[in-house]
């Protein structure tokens, strides 16, 4: 039996639904991988709760009595105190957090993460993340960065690295943005009331200006463009933002108390589309000259993109042999479970890898 010891990162909408997933499937990780995974570090941003023997179901009660203030060492005070293969899972946000995946791996922690900011930051950041995975023999996965649980980043890392020559990749980024657009195409109420209702189903990122600024697809494009072999920055990305000027450095609470001011450009643009249009909000990668393009559009309904139900994510991806007829992804594009799930399927990857490495040696 592999023991493997996760650290998480963010206990918010998507890692308190890894973590009841983690321990639903403990047994069948056991019998079905001869994994045996444990959950013995916790964190928030201010709080930390570590049990080496692995948390329980009662872990809320055990994190709000047990927990301790958190500092920038806790995880690695523990990890040090035994052998086994340690992951650490990132269910943030968190620039900070994602700044410190190099000391991570300079620790020997594999990582495994929902957040996509540190595949976004700076190209040497990402390139001095691989120089260290290759350095410490560890693994990084980070499929929930784009499309939640949908398998788009697999599918174009595998199509680059089989030599297949990618063209672009088009669609809904968003399973937030394709919530808002879907219900705004077709309900007859404010947008801002959609955008509440989705930060408060969890579909948006903590603060939704990261969706409707276009910086979220933004990024999740340049981790797209990056698995496919461009080196780029994010300021290279043409990005339309939705926010009006004077709600975009107000605080995340005043942007909600005045989010109704969004309703009039937003009124305005679903009243000037044509006939069997709607509203849907793009992200373009064309790889074959390295541009990247976020933008609300007008669709036809009859499209794929104007078909979407739900939080549907849609990714169509046209390269050599899909040039024609492209490779298609549809389905739950966010969301607390899929997301979860897709990183729980990266923990299970990671855990099956080191074991592997352990074999050979
Ligand atoms: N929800 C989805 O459908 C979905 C889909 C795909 C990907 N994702 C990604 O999943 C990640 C988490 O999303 P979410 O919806 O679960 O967010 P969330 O509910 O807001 O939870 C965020 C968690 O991160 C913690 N956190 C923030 N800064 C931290 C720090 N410096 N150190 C440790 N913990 C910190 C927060 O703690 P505090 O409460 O103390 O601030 C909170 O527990 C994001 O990167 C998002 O892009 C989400």
Redesign the pocket.
Known sequence: MKNIHLYI???????STLIDQVLQSHTFFRQQHGIDLSIVGL????RVLLDLEGISKNWKDDFDNLSEA?EADSFYKVSSLCDATKIAVD????K??AQCYPELLENNFNIVT???IANSLSQDFYDLIRVLLIKKNLCFEYE?NVG?GLPIVQSIHDLYSSGEQLFAVNGVFS??LSYIFNRFSEEQIPFSEIVIDALKG??T??DPREDLSGN?VARKLLVLAREAGLKLEFDDIEIQNLVIPSLRTASLYQFLEEVKQLDPVLQEKKESLKEGEVLRHLGELDVLHKKLKVSLKAVKKERPAGQLKGSDGFFEIYSESYAANPLVIKGAG???AV?ARGLLADIIKVSKASQEVLVFR
């Not at 990162?9 to 890692?15: L, P, Q, R």
């Not at 269910?91 to 968190?94: I, K, Q, R, V, Y």
């Open positions: 990162f963010g206990i918010g909408n998507v890692g964190a928030n941003s201010k958190r269910a943030t946000a968190s900070e957090v929902a957040n996509k929930t939640a399973g937030s969890g579909y990122e903590p979220d966010a969301g607390k997301t």
